[in-house]
């Protein structure tokens, strides 16, 4: 059984590797993955890990400060919407997609005859975001762009497809997804960009403006547009794949713009103008700016008029991206605070020895436990979901359809506000210095504030939500997996945890019949409160079945996590709790925090409070 770790042998969440760092991703990949897949898979994200643990985490602090620079105009006066990269960004791509981020998952990687789940980009990506949140956005956007294109071009674009999912550096393009207008912000029927079939030129032509592009320089971008005289709203919206470079030329690679000396000239690019760039707070490693279409040339995806729900399938898969990216943000806040309070001194003693620290980490961890088991529960549900696709199932698994579509939007949702508090606190943890430039918090807590926001808000996504629920059913999966999982929940140590979750689950079932009869104004209204709801109770019993699991295999770590989670989520104690005597976070520091095992057969009087 493996021993605690000592945070205090570490000077900072840096210079180390995090994969070996991270039990808990280490604990979920192991669940999801076939056990094939997690003996390859293992090496190499040990691997990764060390990789993003130094040199990508070093990059990422020098790109924070110099940060991409956009020159939309040569010395002629001629556009060729040149964005500059600091050398280290670059290094940091070469890296990150010649280990197979984007790759593995879709084409089969070497030494397999097939390709790596979804769940193996969601861990690398994870990792990643150690480093670099707004890295991440890129990289997500490269996926989701390939995922599209394997599901709904016709064959066309598979030199672009090819290129999205290169492990050879030389030989690949990124991905992004060109969505917001600015009258129209989350409401992607208003729409105003348009397009025309140019037979002369043989392709599209798209006319409009973009409003917040990042990854402005992608050399594949997915745009939506109306073509003449399809219908208003979202109906009437095409897919279209916008390249940076001229397509007559063909797929303009990295390798390609490599080899001119500067920027590629204004005749080897699409007519497209690349405005300004946006002054954000954080995520400085991708570039995020405005576009101008003007006949500029495009090709259709798929079918016309189907751009919508072909983007919703890319959205899925940039909206779990995003709830990974939350979570490695988190895991490298918590990290940096763990070390922190091992090796800051105060009145004679470190300060992980004082209770209100305890405290304050036990449920940092708890928090992120919580938020990764959740993410790859559904990342395991959407790798099915895309296996099944590939084999050419003859009829899609409408349980796990449905049950996608109603996880995703909470998983973004939810995750996405605790990487904001979490960054908020690993912060005040560092005191001072957790304010300053220099410190890292610093940059996590810029980065996190736009978690919430990118792939739709927490407004936006809660009303999804309300609609999985009206439209799809999506409590019929969503209840039978609950009541599954605590059905198999039979140990000892869980049973009044257990009892609180099953009391629960039923007035949430009591909640949403209740909501089904609302009207549609008061529906919205409680749809946050809603999604939150949801979260914690299948959380909840999700962490119950893990513990269950890892008692049965003789650890009782993970069930002090689940029954933490519990107590903070779903329980309401009298008083606030302060006259219960409950002394958990004490005697479970060491368990929790520094990840030692404990014994099954202790668990249960592990946590005794005062009578």
Known sequence: METGIEYGEFDEGRHVNYWELDRTLQRELRRVYDDDEFEWAEPRLA????????TVADNADYVDD?????????KYGDVHNAVRYPAEQLENDELAYGAGIVADAFEAPPGRDEPMPISHFLGMLQLLCYADAGFGCPVAMTAGSALVLERFDDGDLEPYYRALTSRDYDDLIEGAMFLTEEQGGSDVGANETTARYDDEADCWRLTGEKWFCSNIDA??????????DAPSGTDGLSMFLVPHGDPDEGVLTKGDRRE????????ALNDQLYRRLKDKLGTTAVPTGEVEFDETKAALVGEEEAGFRQMTEMLNLERLANAAASCGLMGR???ESKVQAA???????????????????????????????YVHEVGRLFSARERARRSDATTEDEETYRLLRLLIPIAKLRTGRMAVDTASYAMEIQGGNGYVDDFVTNRLLRDAQVLPIWEGTENVLSLDVVRALEREEAHEPFTGTVE???EAVTHPALADAAETVAAEYEDLTGALLALAGEDSEYAQLSAKRLAHYLFEVFTAALLLEEAQADLEDGDGRTAMVARRFVTNELETPDARGI???????????????HHAPVDPETVAEAVPADD
Do not use: N, Q, W
């Open 219 to 228: 050399e594949g971008t997915l745009a939506l547009a109306r073509t003449e």
């Open 343 to 373: 090796t800051r001194e105060a009145f004679g003693t470190t300060i992980d020895e004082f209770p209100l620290m305890r405290e304050d980490l036990v449920d940092m961890t708890v928090d992120y436990e919580a938020a990764t088991a």
């Open 260 to 267: 001119f000396e500067g920027p590629p000239p204004g005749d």
């Open 484 to 486: 599954r999982r605590l």
């Open 579 to 593: 006259a219960d005597g409950d002394r958990f976070v004490l005697e479970a520091f060491e368990p929790i925090v």
């Open 66 to 74: 110099h940060g991409p620079e956009l020159e939309t105009y040569d």
């Open 333 to 335: 806040a918590l990290l």
């Open 47 to 54: 691997e990764f890990g060390e990789l993003i643990g130094h």
